[in-house]
């Protein structure tokens, strides 16, 4: 939240400047003569949507390990902290970078981005705040559960009270709600030139930041899956006023030149933010025929990164350690071994100029298929999960395209036959199932989703059936063998806020929310309830 801005005055000076008139103001350090105090909205952009891209990434090296996407092997008996479901040790900040962005980076500048719009009649760009809004609220409550909204930003507090998830998810229609509103007009000073100098995403397209919105509203509604209020309809019809193709994925693109990185993709090996990280056993055995009876998923090879020996093998976070050969021992994502692979090919997501998603049609469509699945609509479900599935290896080709990187494309004879496997898309509308729907979104959604996939699991409660088959819903998945001391012996459900705002400026107001507790991290979130 915002924090009371502190003008400092030349006080020192008082004596040298009595009688000179309007010496407060000129030393006042919050102005500044030489620059413009106030900017084109239009501006605000850039960091703002940069942000939305890399900060969930950020947060990702943690709740990755919550969700298996990854482990960061320890060389310890005992896996790593994050990987046993706990929390790094105050005052460190890991896991909070959400928090930090959505009331620090978007926070002010998006209240004061949509201001400057509303002034200037710009109802595309002040739609566009209203969805930005909404998006980081939505990934917040998923994230910590009680946030702070109607206080956030009020200037004369020094305290600030926490409202509940119920309260988040209203906010978060009511900005979806205006968002649509704005987002359809036409009048006034709309133009998607002027947006589209600073829009990195949609280069201004209103359209597609309204089908955007749409697909957060219905990723938004599929939450309340465990609750009596869900309306798979509705969540349907969200999606079908979405994204329309893979055309419409919103995805931020990295230049990767500057010699200080900071154009470069987070994941990429110039960043140098994964590079000890390992694919787990879990994700392998979606990909590798495990799961899907015998099924080879060609994109294992062109997301995955095989062993030296060209075996693709992956750790086991449980097991803390891993007794193989050095050349059998998984590479870095990059395809390197240990921490290698600056300033050489790369693979996925995970080069320096990858175009890095934040919300994509495959994504999409499996929200519809569990939707339709769950309201007994077979056929449209079917429908909506084969279109994913398509869709999917058709983004891993155009991600393995961004940066020369070092994977051969999936060829259209491999991608027919994947797609031709009763395996994996059954022809007959009765044999799908929950288990495959979710497991395939879990792909999709794999290494950059990380809050989406994080809620699915705590939806499904990790290692929770599917009452219709009496399959585990995510195949395979098990949880920590030894959890963290503080957890009680009780799964994550849920990160402690930002210990460097909250824990040191906020304690009382956490305290009322049961926030000082070791084990609040295990506190399941309202959204997941019944």
């Known amino acids: 939240m915002r924090r009371p801005r502190v003008l400092l005055r030349g006080a020192l000076l008082t004596g040298a400047l009595v009688g000179v008139a309007g010496c407060q103001n000129f030393l006042d350090v919050n102005v500044n003569p ?19 891209a890399t900060s969930e990434q950020f947060d990702g090296r943690f709740v990755g390990r919550y969700t298996q996407n990854w482990t960061l092997p320890s060389g310890a008996a005992l896996p790593s902290v994050w990987d046993r479901m706990g929390y790094d040790i105050p005052p460190s900040d ?3 970078q959400l928090w930090r962005d959505v009331y620090f980076v978007l926070g002010q500048n998006v209240v004061d981005l949509m ?28 994230m910590h559960g009680e946030s702070i909204i109607q206080q956030s930003f009020d200037a004369t507090r020094f305290a600030f009270d926490y409202d509940t998830e119920e309260y988040a998810y209203q906010e978060i229609f009511r900005n979806l709600d205006s968002a649509a509103v704005y987002l359809a007009r036409t009048d006034g000073g709309v133009s998607s030139a002027y947006i589209s100098r600073f829009d990195r995403v949609y280069s201004g397209d209103r359209v597609r ?5 749409s697909g957060l509203r219905a990723m938004a509604l599929n939450h309340f899956s465990n609750k009596g209020t869900y309306r798979p309809q509705a969540v349907i019809d969200a999606v079908d006023n979405a994204f329309t193709g893979n055309a419409d994925d919103a995805l931020l693109p990295y230049s990767g030149t500057s010699a200080d990185n900071a154009d470069a993709n987070f994941w990429g090996p110039r960043r140098g933010n994964l590079n000890s990280y390992r694919q787990t056993q879990f994700v392998l055995n979606l990909m590798n025929g495990t799961v899907f009876a015998g099924a080879l998923d060609p994109r294992v090879s062109r997301m995955l990164a095989p062993s030296p020996d060209g075996t693709f093998r992956a750790w086991d976070p449980n097991s803390g350690t891993l007794a193989l050969p050095a050349a059998q021992l998984p590479n870095n ?8 692979g600056a300033g050489q090919p790369s693979r996925y997501l995970f080069a320096d100029r990858s175009r890095f998603p934040i919300m994509t049609y495959a994504q999409l469509q499996f929200i519809k298929a569990e939707a339709a699945l769950r ?36 060829t259209p004879a491999e991608r027919s036959a994947y797609l031709a496997n009763t395996a994996v898309v059954p022809t007959n509308p009765a044999q799908l199932t929950l288990s495959m729907v979710m497991s395939q979104k879990y792909i999709a959604q794999w290494a950059w989703a990380h809050v989406e996939t994080w ?18 819903v995510f195949p395979g998945f098990a949880t920590p063998l030894v959890l963290f001391a503080d957890n009680g012996n009780k799964i994550a459900q849920r990160v402690r806020a930002r210990y460097n705002s909250e824990y040191v400026w906020n304690r009382p107001s956490l305290d009322k929310i049961g926030g000082l507790a070791p084990d609040f991290h295990t506190k399941p979130l309202w959204i997941t309830q019944p």
């Open 34 to 52: 030489n620059a413009p105090q106030e900017v084109e909205p239009n501006l605000y952009l850039p960091p703002i949507l940069s942000s939305m």
């Open 94 to 96: 890991n896991g909070g």
């Open 115 to 142: 201001r400057k719009a509303r002034e200037a009649e710009r109802w595309d760009l002040l739609g566009i705040g209203f969805t930005i809004k909404a998006w980081g609220w939505l990934k917040l409550t998923n």
């Open 209 to 213: 930041w309204l089908r955007f919105a």
């Open 333 to 340: 994502f990059f395809g390197y071994v240990g921490t290698a």
């Open 375 to 410: 309201s007994g609509n077979r056929a449209v479900a079917l429908d909506a999960y084969s279109r994913g599935v398509a869709a999917h290896i058709d983004f891993v080709n155009a991600r393995n395209s961004d940066d020369a990187q070092a994977v051969a494309q999936i």
């Open 455 to 472: 809620t699915d699991l705590r939806r499904y409660n990790y290692t929770g059936l599917d009452p219709a088959t009496g399959r585990q």
